[in-house]
């Protein structure tokens, strides 16, 4: 099993521009999650899927629209990038919504300019 | 709001000089106490779930405990191998069906030879 994967690994955007990042899961899990990991911050969450066709909102989700097309992929898009958005980005999934731990995938370096 | 304090944010150990990481909270409804690795450039990797005040857990030279304020992460005998940033979540109901993780910035912990 491959686990989560996230495409693509590093990624230099001008601010204004757009893109989506990938994440995948081989493992069944209903619930996917997207998360930001900023320098002296711990990680913090932008939106999650509680199912296929499901989103919701985290605590970040201003600058960013996400879908859930298929059970195993969860995509997460930036319209028009900002400075503010450069950051590392952790795609992560679990089996259940409360209880269980959450598998996350190796990252994307996100940088604006 | 529910809160995670790490401390110290960084230490460095002797190899084999055993100390413990602290991760203290404040949460509504504890649903759980995660602690993951973190190596560079990589994605948190999952150790332990703690559910409730009292209990234990164990993996190799890492010992989890939690009470009804904290959670401590001993590490017995480090190796240089233990280097990494260790990172403690929890997870308590946000409203609307939701269970989230908040994070503490994490203890980044050096084994020297």
């Known amino acids: 099993n491959a686990g989560v994967t996230q495409t693509p690994k590093f990624r230099v955007l001008k601010t204004g521009q757009s893109m989506t990042l990938l994440c995948a899961q081989d493992?069944?899990?209903?619930?996917m999650y997207w998360y930001r990991q900023d320098p002296g911050m711990g990680l913090r969450l932008i939106h999650y899927?509680?199912?296929?066709?499901?989103?919701a909102k985290g605590e970040v989700p201003d600058g960013y629209n996400v879908s859930r097309l298929k059970k195993q992929n969860f995509l997460l898009g930036l319209e028009s990038a900002a400075p503010s958005q450069t950051s590392v980005y952790f795609c992560?999934?679990?089996?259940?919504?409360?209880?269980?731990?959450?598998?996350f995938g190796p990252g994307t370096r996100l940088t604006v300019t | 709001e529910d809160q995670v304090t790490q401390s110290p944010e960084a230490l460095r150990l002797q190899e084999g000089e055993s100390s413990s990481l602290n991760c203290s909270y404040t949460?509504?409804?504890?649903?759980?106490l995660f602690w993951y690795r973190q190596d560079p450039g990589k994605g948190p990797e999952f150790l332990f779930t703690?559910?409730?005040a009292g209990e234990e857990k164990e993996k190799e030279r890492l010992k989890a405990t939690l009470t009804k304020k904290e959670s401590f992460l001993h590490i017995t005998a480090p190796k240089p191998e233990d280097s990494a940033t260790y990172l403690c979540?929890?997870?308590?109901?946000?409203?609307?069906?939701?269970?989230?993780?908040?994070f503490g910035k994490g203890t980044k912990l050096s084994v020297i030879p």
């Open positions: 493992m069944n899990h209903e619930y």
């Open positions: 703690l559910y409730s």
């Open positions: 949460v509504s409804g504890l649903r759980g």
């Open positions: 992560a999934s679990s089996y259940s919504l409360a209880g269980d731990e959450q598998y």
């Open positions: 979540a929890v997870q308590a109901y946000s409203g609307a069906g939701s269970y989230q993780l908040t």
């Open positions: 899927s509680v199912g296929e066709g499901t989103t």
